[in-house]
Nanobody, 119 residues
Framework: QVQFVESGGGLVQPGGSLSLSCAASGSIPRIYSMGWYRQAPGKQRELVAVIANNVGSSTNYADSVKGRFTISRDSAKSTVYLQMNSLKPEDTAVYYC???????????WGQGTQVTVAS
């Protein structure tokens, strides 16, 4: 079992910033990547950002957040962070932490944290 502790969500005005963190613990398998997904009401869950657990820590971002969000990790702590700047109302969603294992290729999910961008 993998457990997650997510923190950092909340209410922020447009143009503001929030920082999310997600710490994984328990029986953590070999990690392929960690990242963040989000799901807005009535929409499908979508990728926000992901960071690979390799030497280069390669990253991938949704086009809608490029230049505004930054993902980072602390591999020693099995923790992933998401710095969100210049937030827009359309960023409002429940943000889910994701851990993808190498073998078997399995996705583990956090419980989600609400981010609301409103004036």
């Amino acid at each position: 079992q993998v457990q997650f502790v997510e923190s950092g969500g909340g209410l922020v005005q447009p143009g503001g910033s929030l920082s999310l963190s997600c710490a994984a613990s328990g029986s953590i398998p070999r990690i392929y990547s960690m990242g963040w997904y989000r799901q807005a009401p009535g929409k499908q869950r979508e990728l926000v950002a992901v960071i690979a657990n390799n030497v280069g820590s390669s990253t991938n971002y949704a086009d809608s957040v490029k230049g505004r969000f930054t993902i980072s990790r602390d591999s020693a702590k099995s923790t992933v962070y998401l710095q969100m700047n210049s937030l827009k109302p359309e960023d409002t969603a429940v943000y889910y932490c994701n851990l993808r294992s190498i073998y078997p290729k399995t996705d583990f999910w956090g419980q989600g944290t609400q981010v609301t961008v409103a004036s």
